[in-house]
Structure formats: structure tokens, C-alpha cells
Nanobody, 119 residues
Framework: QVQVVESGGGLVQPGGSLRLSCTVSGIAIKDYGMNWFRQVPGNQRELVAT???????TYGDAVRGRFTIIRDNAKKAIYLEMNDLKLEDTAVYYCNAIRLWKGHAYDYWGQGTQVTVSS
């Protein structure tokens, strides 16, 4: 059984930093693209950062230069380092593992961790 578990969310002031963690069991993440998404109630889920299985990293326009995605295949974990946080970064952050293999999509999600940026 695959489990994806996020942690590290919380309340932070504008300009502050947080580090989110995502640990995965049941699969080898080296074979998966790993993503961080976020969602505000009433809005669509937004892609924040991606690490491909070759660890090519891309970022959404809203976070580029402030957030960093880090992959540790040995620990089956990914991290999201968030700096210079803004009010608009407030959201539930989700970790996602995805792989297309032999015509099938393997797509796993965590339950999310709340990040609130407020003064």
C-alpha cells in the first residue's frame, strides 16, 4: 500500500520561511515525478514545484526564486523549502507522486498540510 504523508506546515509571518516534508512508502520515488501542489478553498489546485525522476526541477511563476524542491530518493522523501513567504502563499500544500509506465498512470497524493502566512 502506498502512503504519502506531508508535514511541516504551520503559521508564519510574511517574509518568513518554512520547510515542508513529504515521505513516501510503498514505492520507489526514484521512478516517479514528484510534485508539490497547493490549493485555496474555492480555487483550483495549483502546481508549485516539480522534480522529475531525473531531478529536473521546475517552479510555478508565483514561487520561482523563493521556493526550492529537494529530492532524496534514498529517504523516499521530498522537501519544499519556502522563503520570503507572502500572504498569498497561504494554502493547503499537497505532495504528489506520478509515473506513466506501460500505459498506466500511477498517481498518489497525500492529505495535505496547511500553510498560513499572516501577521
Amino acid at each position: 500500500q502506498v502512503q504519502v504523508v506531508e508535514s511541516g506546515g504551520g503559521l508564519v509571518q510574511p517574509g518568513g520561511s518554512l520547510r515542508l516534508s513529504c515521505t513516501v512508502s510503498g514505492i520507489a520515488i526514484k521512478d516517479y515525478g514528484m510534485n508539490w501542489f497547493r490549493q485555496v478553498p474555492g480555487n483550483q489546485r495549483e502546481l508549485v514545484a516539480t522534480s522529475t525522476n531525473g531531478d529536473i526541477r521546475t517552479y510555478g511563476d508565483a514561487v520561482r526564486g523563493r521556493f526550492t524542491i529537494i529530492r532524496d530518493n534514498a529517504k523516499k522523501a521530498i522537501y519544499l523549502e519556502m522563503n520570503d513567504l507572502k500572504l498569498e502563499d497561504t494554502a493547503v500544500y499537497y505532495c504528489n507522486a506520478i509515473r506513466l509506465w506501460k500505459g498506466h498512470a500511477y498517481d498518489y497524493w497525500g492529505q495535505g498540510t496547511q500553510v498560513t502566512v499572516s501577521s
